[in-house]
């Protein structure tokens, strides 16, 4: 009697577990955020979408949860609370509902969004970089012709797919420099159009350091295996956009058949970067680290640092003046590299029509507001009115108002190219390499890569 | 065998046949992605009932046979499920182009043809396993040390075994990060002191390579001295006494008796250290992520010094974006690591005998 109460036991434990395995797979259908939801008010949100769906039942809904309700998922993990005040307003102003996931740390999005499209649980609206659009060939929606198209030029356009990506934020990158320091040096950053206007400026500054309170000319860092990005993408793209006009695709078109680069303009690039290594502050250059690097700009101890406006976001982060000098390792080059790094794109088989909805009202003034005033960033549409809080906006708006800006082609390189890149920026750092061999190494490495 | 009654046998089929029924309905409910609510309950309903069927199935001959079927469900499925059908999927998709969301179509052999073009691979596997020598040895016989020590009557001994064992405690992503710290900010202090060598050991393929094997060693040796302690505490005392009352002195007493002894948990540890060191990943993603540079090798100049096998194919998967590449290279992986474990456990066990 007792072994066959045992027995019932057993097998019920074992019914429970196995109910308990088999309900698993139902959940992500029914509920809507994955794990990692960071809704701040679910409750509220939950009670929105409610209202929502009732609102809005006689529209079709694609969706599980009703024709208003629309999932994002931001790459940006700093501005995720933003963006959760932004999705409270647009529940506020129109009845729909913004769920907004963030991912972010060292898990990038695009590597998420696979798992979330086997898993058929993919978001609306998602982020993506600019080379990535062919990964979802034939998966993005078509957004010519809304409204905010007319507001800007940053959209995302794509060969066989339209006009996909919808510009969030505008960022640019060149050489930051404390307008002070220059200042207190003599040094007028709108002369620094050519090589030797750069050596002589570099020079200058090198033998005021004292004077000036600085510890080195420049913040630059090639440090590979965390800031591998910054060398491999950022400071890459000067050589395939610098001096060019935002939609001149010269260099990497030429990079992207087989690997190709210019040798001339390489040469030309690396005895810039060999300039730049010599007047780096040295702990810096080999071994160090982005918060050392920004540190060390936000506290004045360089001029001029190789990162962008991302990097000081807040007025309150520096007490001086700063603004952007191009990369002008050739004569006349006078741009910066401004654009959207990355856009929101909405997903064909979700809630276009609701996509589409927000896309229009976050073009709008009260999300410009947010975005601008509360997440820092640069708004890409002309008709918004508010200034960007950005310390560097300043000097990105002259650019761009001017025309002096290229685009972010870098992002349009072969996946994982910075990785190789990276490296060599490193070895000719630390000497192993002159500038010839940078050059050539360069050369090498790349086509390798395209090779293979 | 007509032993059954009716009753028995209409509940058994009847159980069978609606078990399967209902798992089908709901198996095509989720194929067809129509009824959302219904398609989990009827799943495990029906498999259920379909277990409750197969219970009461009227049969003495293979009663038990059943039972032992049930009960032993649940762990082979899970097996299943995580084990066995991704290894038979990751080896399916290693013959397609599936960059982790499309999959155009089969390619036959030409990602195995092509990794073996890859002169950066070639390098990977090469210093996996350089790296799986210099650790098999090095923590094998730090570890063993360690335990010699911390079996001896020194005192504080319950101090040193859990200092020796923290590392291991400690993720490889921190341990790694920590490390990183000290070989650029602090160990960087002392060198340019020293040799006015101002930069770090992790910017140069070979001392970064050394920076690798050691934060390994601090990481595993602990736990492998663990293993170690036991082994070295089952040897009977009166073997020892015999041996200290034969007059043979402490080193006769370590190489002809200790070490004999303790065949068995060498034969683990080197396996253990054998194939941990071959799937290396955490540490070598944060301390270098496969960076530093090989000026020549067959006839390129390579920018992944340091990456090795396990890391190569998570770069190839996740940041290249060539998921079927990467899954072709992690089938070699396997086959590399199933090779070398099955002949080195041969070979052990063999040793063992003779011991």
Same mark, same amino acid.
């Given at each position: 009697?007792?072994?066959?109460?045992?027995?019932?036991?057993?097998?019920?434990?074992?019914?429970?577990?196995?109910?308990?395995?088999?309900?698993?797979?139902?959940?992500?259908?029914?509920?809507?955020?994955?794990?990692?939801?960071?809704?701040?008010?679910?409750?509220?949100?939950?009670?929105?979408?409610?209202?929502?769906?009732?609102?809005?039942?006689?529209?079709?809904?694609?969706?599980?949860?009703?024709?208003?309700?629309?999932?994002?998922?931001?790459?940006?993990?700093?501005?995720?609370?933003?963006?959760?005040?932004?999705?409270?307003?647009?529940?506020?102003?129109?009845?729909?509902?913004?769920?907004?996931?963030?991912?972010?740390?060292?898990?990038?999005?695009?590597?998420?969004?696979?798992?979330?499209?086997?898993?058929?649980?993919?978001?609306?609206?998602?982020?993506?970089?600019?080379?990535?659009?062919?990964?979802?060939?034939?998966?993005?929606?078509?957004?010519?012709?809304?409204?905010?198209?007319?507001?800007?030029?940053?959209?995302?356009?794509?060969?066989?797919?339209?006009?996909?990506?919808?510009?969030?934020?505008?960022?640019?990158?060149?050489?930051?420099?404390?307008?002070?320091?220059?200042?207190?040096?003599?040094?007028?950053?709108?002369?620094?159009?050519?090589?030797?206007?750069?050596?002589?400026?570099?020079?200058?500054?090198?033998?005021?350091?004292?004077?000036?309170?600085?510890?080195?000319?420049?913040?630059?860092?090639?440090?590979?295996?965390?800031?591998?990005?910054?060398?491999?993408?950022?400071?890459?793209?000067?050589?395939?956009?610098?001096?060019?006009?935002?939609?001149?695709?010269?260099?990497?078109?030429?990079?992207?058949?087989?690997?190709?680069?210019?040798?001339?303009?390489?040469?030309?690039?690396?005895?810039?970067?060999?300039?730049?290594?010599?007047?780096?502050?040295?702990?810096?250059?080999?071994?160090?680290?982005?918060?050392?690097?920004?540190?060390?700009?936000?506290?004045?101890?360089?001029?001029?640092?190789?990162?962008?406006?991302?990097?000081?976001?807040?007025?309150?982060?520096?007490?001086?003046?700063?603004?952007?000098?191009?990369?002008?390792?050739?004569?006349?080059?006078?741009?910066?590299?401004?654009?959207?790094?990355?856009?929101?794109?909405?997903?064909?088989?979700?809630?276009?029509?609701?996509?589409?909805?927000?896309?229009?009202?976050?073009?709008?003034?009260?999300?410009?507001?947010?975005?601008?005033?509360?997440?820092?960033?640069?708004?890409?549409?002309?008709?918004?009115?508010?200034?960007?809080?950005?310390?560097?906006?300043?000097?990105?708006?002259?650019?761009?108002?001017?025309?002096?800006?290229?685009?972010?082609?870098?992002?349009?390189?072969?996946?994982?190219?910075?990785?190789?890149?990276?490296?060599?920026?490193?070895?000719?750092?630390?000497?192993?390499?002159?500038?010839?061999?940078?050059?050539?190494?360069?050369?090498?490495?790349?086509?390798?890569?395209?090779?293979? | 065998?007509?032993?059954?009654?009716?009753?028995?046998?209409?509940?058994?089929?009847?159980?069978?046949?609606?078990?399967?029924?209902?798992?089908?309905?709901?198996?095509?409910?989720?194929?067809?992605?129509?009824?959302?609510?219904?398609?989990?309950?009827?799943?495990?309903?029906?498999?259920?009932?379909?277990?409750?069927?197969?219970?009461?199935?009227?049969?003495?001959?293979?009663?038990?046979?059943?039972?032992?079927?049930?009960?032993?469900?649940?762990?082979?499925?899970? !097996?299943?499920?995580?084990? /066995?059908?991704?290894? $038979? +999927? *990751?080896?399916?998709?290693? %013959?397609?182009?599936? &960059?982790? =969301?499309?999959?155009?179509?089969?390619?036959?052999?030409?990602?195995?043809?092509?990794?073996?073009?890859?002169?950066?691979?070639?390098?990977?596997?090469?210093?996996?396993?350089?790296?799986?020598?210099?650790?098999?040895?090095?923590?094998?016989?730090?570890?063993?040390?360690?335990?010699?020590?911390?079996?001896?009557?020194?005192?504080?001994?319950?101090?040193?075994?859990?200092?020796? !064992?923290?590392?291991?405690? /400690?993720?490889?992503? $921190? +341990? *790694?990060?920590?490390?990183? %710290?000290?070989?650029? &900010?602090? =160990?960087?202090?002392?060198?340019?002191?020293?040799?006015?060598?101002?930069?770090?050991?992790?910017?140069?393929?070979?001392?970064?390579?050394?920076?690798?094997?050691?934060?390994?060693?601090?990481?595993?040796?602990?736990?492998?001295?663990?293993?170690?302690?036991?082994?070295?505490?089952?040897?009977?005392?009166?073997?020892?006494?015999?041996?200290?009352?034969?007059?043979?002195?402490?080193?006769?007493?370590?190489?002809?008796?200790?070490?004999?002894?303790?065949?068995?948990?060498?034969?683990?540890?080197?396996?253990?250290?054998?194939?941990?060191?071959?799937?290396?990943?955490?540490?070598?993603?944060?301390?270098?992520?496969?960076?530093?540079?090989?000026?020549?090798?067959?006839?390129?100049?390579?920018?992944?010094?340091?990456?090795?096998?396990?890391?190569?194919?998570?770069?190839?998967?996740?940041?290249?974006?060539?998921?079927?590449?990467?899954?072709?290279?992690?089938?070699?992986?396997?086959?590399?690591?199933?090779?070398?474990?099955?002949?080195?456990?041969?070979?052990?066990?063999?040793?063992?005998?003779?011991?």
């Amino acid at each position: 009697m007792k072994s066959r109460f045992l027995s019932v036991l057993l097998a019920g434990a074992m019914a429970v577990s196995l109910s308990a395995c088999g309900a698993a797979p139902a959940a992500p259908a029914a509920g809507t955020g994955s794990e990692t939801t960071e809704a701040t008010d679910e409750g509220a949100s939950e009670e929105a979408s409610e209202e929502a769906s009732e609102e809005a039942s006689d529209s079709s809904a694609p969706a599980a949860g009703g024709a208003g309700e629309v999932r994002l998922l931001n790459g940006k993990p700093e501005i995720d609370q933003q963006l959760q005040d932004l999705a409270k307003l647009y529940n506020e102003e129109t009845g729909n509902t913004l769920i907004v996931e963030t991912i972010g740390g060292d898990t990038n999005a695009s590597d998420e969004l696979k798992k979330m499209y086997q898993a058929d649980n993919m978001p609306d609206i998602f982020v993506i970089e600019a080379n990535q659009a062919d990964t979802w060939d034939g998966m993005l929606a078509d957004l010519a012709g809304e409204a905010w198209t007319d507001k800007t030029g940053f959209e995302l356009i794509n060969a066989s797919m339209g006009t996909i990506g919808f510009p969030y934020t505008v960022e640019a990158t060149a050489l930051g420099y404390n307008a002070d320091v220059l200042k207190a040096a003599g040094v007028d950053p709108a002369s620094l159009t050519s090589p030797s206007a750069y050596a002589d400026a570099f020079k200058t500054l090198d033998e005021k350091k004292g004077e000036l309170g600085i510890t080195a000319v420049l913040g630059w860092c090639a440090e590979p295996a965390n800031l591998g990005w910054s060398s491999g993408t950022h400071v890459f793209a000067q050589y395939l956009d610098a001096g060019l006009k935002a939609d001149d695709t010269t260099y990497i078109d030429l990079l992207n058949d087989g690997g190709k680069v210019d040798e001339k303009r390489m040469k030309d690039f690396a005895e810039f970067i060999g300039m730049m290594n010599q007047y780096s502050d040295p702990e810096l250059l080999v071994d160090g680290t982005y918060d050392q690097q920004v540190a060390g700009f936000k506290d004045g101890k360089y001029a001029f640092i190789t990162q962008g406006n991302w990097c000081v976001t807040s007025p309150d982060d520096v007490s001086f003046e700063c603004g952007f000098a191009p990369y002008a390792f050739e004569d006349g080059i006078d741009t910066i590299i401004a654009g959207p790094p990355s856009y929101w794109v909405a997903y064909s088989e979700g809630n276009v029509d609701g996509a589409k909805e927000f896309f229009n009202w976050c073009s709008g003034d009260s999300a410009q507001n947010i975005l601008v005033n509360q997440a820092g960033l640069v708004s890409p549409f002309d008709d918004c009115k508010y200034e960007a809080v950005n310390p560097f906006y300043k000097s990105m708006k002259s650019y761009i108002d001017a025309g002096k800006y290229s685009g972010w082609h870098t992002m349009l390189k072969k996946d994982g190219l910075q990785n190789v890149t990276c490296q060599v920026f490193a070895d000719y750092a630390q000497g192993k390499l002159d500038a010839d061999g940078f050059a050539s190494t360069m050369a090498q490495v790349i086509q390798s890569y395209y090779a293979n | 065998m007509g032993e059954f009654s009716v009753m028995r046998k209409t509940a058994s089929f009847g159980c069978l046949i609606a078990g399967l029924v209902l798992m089908i309905w709901g198996l095509a409910m989720a194929i067809g992605k129509t009824g959302n609510t219904l398609r989990g309950g009827a799943l495990v309903v029906g498999a259920v009932l379909f277990f409750a069927g197969l219970y009461l199935f009227p049969t003495f001959k293979h009663h038990r046979t059943i039972v032992n079927i049930i009960f032993l469900f649940p762990l082979l499925f899970a !097996f299943a499920v995580t084990v /066995i059908i991704p290894l $038979v +999927l *990751g080896i399916g998709y290693s %013959f397609t182009d599936w &960059n982790g =969301i499309k999959m155009k179509g089969f390619v036959g052999m030409a990602n195995y043809t092509r990794m073996f073009k890859q002169p950066g691979f070639i390098w990977s596997i090469l210093i996996t396993f350089l790296f799986v020598v210099f650790n098999i040895i090095l923590v094998n016989l730090v570890a063993f040390l360690l335990a010699l020590l911390c079996t001896s009557k020194i005192k504080g001994l319950g101090f040193f075994r859990a200092a020796y !064992f923290l590392p291991n405690l /400690i993720g490889g992503i $921190v +341990l *790694g990060y920590i490390w990183q %710290f000290i070989f650029s &900010n602090v =160990i960087t202090k002392f060198t340019t002191a020293l040799f006015d060598a101002r930069y770090s050991m992790l910017s140069e393929t070979k001392t970064a390579f050394i920076g690798i094997v050691i934060v390994y060693i601090w990481q595993y040796a602990g736990y492998i001295m663990l293993i170690y302690i036991t082994g070295l505490n089952t040897i009977p005392g009166d073997v020892l006494e015999a041996s200290s009352i034969d007059g043979a002195n402490a080193t006769q007493t370590l190489f002809n008796i200790k070490i004999p002894m303790i065949a068995p948990t060498i034969t683990i540890c080197t396996f253990l250290t054998l194939t941990s060191a071959f799937k290396q990943f955490d540490v070598n993603l944060a301390l270098t992520n496969g960076t530093g540079s090989v000026a020549d090798f067959m006839g390129n100049y390579l920018t992944n010094g340091t990456e090795m096998l396990a890391l190569n194919i998570y770069s190839t998967a996740v940041i290249n974006n060539e998921y079927a590449f990467g899954e072709a290279k992690a089938v070699l992986f396997f086959i590399i690591l199933a090779v070398v474990s099955i002949v080195q456990v041969r070979i052990s066990n063999k040793r063992e005998v003779e011991l």
